[in-house]
């Protein structure tokens, strides 16, 4: 059984920054490719970040591009996004997600487990 577990989220204020982690456990989780994705009040689960298994790969929304980065520790069993020059409009539950595969998705449909969220709030 895979357990994903977030951490990192906070109160900040616009500019500043913040690192989401999220530990992974079970058997395999190294040669699995890794995901975060949030959700803001009212609006849809949308894609962040995405990242290969071997860490060799990844992508990012459109949204995001230059100021957050995923990497990931295999060691560790731990995936990270690093959240630089945040805006009001990234305030969200973030999640992390695994799929059992080496290639990274932006589509939420194609991971098979997730984390319970982080709260990130961003003051303007």
């Known amino acids: 059984q895979v357990q994903l577990v977030e951490s990192g989220g906070g109160l900040v204020q616009a500019g500043d920054s913040l690192r989401l982690s999220c530990a992974a456990s079970?058997?395999?989780?190294?040669?699995?490719?890794m995901g975060w994705f949030r959700r803001a009040p009212g609006k849809e689960r949308e894609f962040v970040a995405t990242i290969a298994s071997n860490g060799g790969r990844t992508d990012y929304a459109d949204f995001v591009k230059g100021r957050f980065t995923m990497s990931r520790d295999n060691a560790q069993n731990t995936v990270y996004l690093q959240m630089n020059s945040l805006k009001p409009d990234d305030a969200a539950v973030y999640y992390c997600?695994?799929?059992?595969?080496?290639?990274?998705?932006?589509?939420?449909?194609?991971?098979?487990?997730w984390g319970q969220g982080t709260q990130v709030t961003v003051s303007s």
């Open positions: 997600a695994a799929r059992t595969t080496y290639f990274p998705s932006k589509y939420s449909e194609e991971y098979e487990y």
């Open positions: 079970g058997p395999t989780v190294r040669s699995f490719a």
